[in-house]
């Protein structure tokens, strides 16, 4: 089975049929098998799309709505004062060209179950959320990070200054209960709980463990 993955806070009801039906949306998607909206826990969810190989690509931008992804980020890759960036259906990240940028701002660790990113011009805006966090792999393609959480900070023309992301392996690593879980319905088995210890993301390099 492959999913798409995302945050909670979009990806729900348990079940629930999901399209992508933004400027660049292909119809679609599958249903929320997975989420933890309303159960405490990070801010996660799983869409099930089938058992039809994934493309390891995504939309970064409204002039590039293939980017390969080489790998996912680890645990330590990104720093202090490095460089990333989020893609969004937000107006003013539309109006960037559908993402924006920023500067991490503390180490983002194992231990770390959102990591955060600042721009003091404006970074992150409602509607962003459940956007790719990537940057550029100096391969031609990108390395993601993770999914956009939520904002904080300071307003700036309707932006927020920081963005809270959720790392690759907060997603890999969860223990999903069967609350979090979709338990099927007629012509459809219920979804596995539990942790995923063989799920992987799929990348121009393969199957790859954050």
Known sequence: MY????VAHV?????SWKEETAPSGQGGLGHVSHSTYGTGGPDIGLIATGTRPIAPRIRVSDGWQDAPVSTVGHPGDLRLGMQVCHSG???ATQAAGSYRCGTVSADCLASSTTCRVTNPAGLVSGGDSGGAVWWYDGQGGVVLHGWVKAASGTQVDGSWTTMHFVPPWVLQNHPWTTAQTWQGTSGVSPFPAGPHHTGCFVTTQGCVRS
């Open 89 to 91: 259906f937000a107006d």
């Open 11 to 15: 990806d729900q009801p348990l079940g």
């Open 3 to 6: 999913y798409v993955p995302g």
